[in-house]
């Protein structure tokens, strides 16, 4: 990603908004590229100020710290949400390919047989 295209998203992810598809590769590059870094930095330190403000809030101040924390748990957030794609796609794969040999042993094109007693 490059560093204008980064810019662009920072209020997204400061909001809460980012579209998921372009997160890991946003967290990714604000983690290599310190000029990125340090402007979400500063608009996430102003964002959460005045939420701190406006909710007179006594909770901690580390805002630094809650911008690290943040980016940890949206890291693990789109890890989640991977693992959690590829777990489905190889279930569906799997109930596919049950399917068709079930279909085909049904139809008696192919002999399964531990399916004997079944059908």
Not at 4 to 30: N, S
Not at 35 to 46: G, K, N, Q, S
Not at 75 to 86: C, D, I, L, P, T
Request: hydrophobic fraction near 40%; glycine fraction near 2%; aromatic fraction near 12%.
């Amino acid at each position: 990603m490059e560093c204008e295209r980064a810019e662009k998203l920072i209020q997204a992810y400061v909001r809460d908004r980012m579209p998921e598809k372009e997160m890991e590769e946003f967290i990714a590059h604000v983690r290599s590229c310190p000029a990125c870094y340090d402007e979400l930095e500063t608009y996430f330190i102003i964002n959460h100020a005045a939420r701190y403000l406006d909710n007179d809030e006594t909770a901690s101040y580390n805002l630094k710290g809650l911008l690290e924390e943040d980016l940890k748990e949206k890291e693990r957030s789109v890890r989640r949400k991977r693992h959690r794609n590829v777990f489905f796609s190889v279930l569906i794969f799997l109930l596919t390919v049950m399917l068709i040999l079930f279909t085909m042993h049904y139809l008696n094109f192919i002999e399964l047989p531990w399916l004997k007693g079944l059908f």
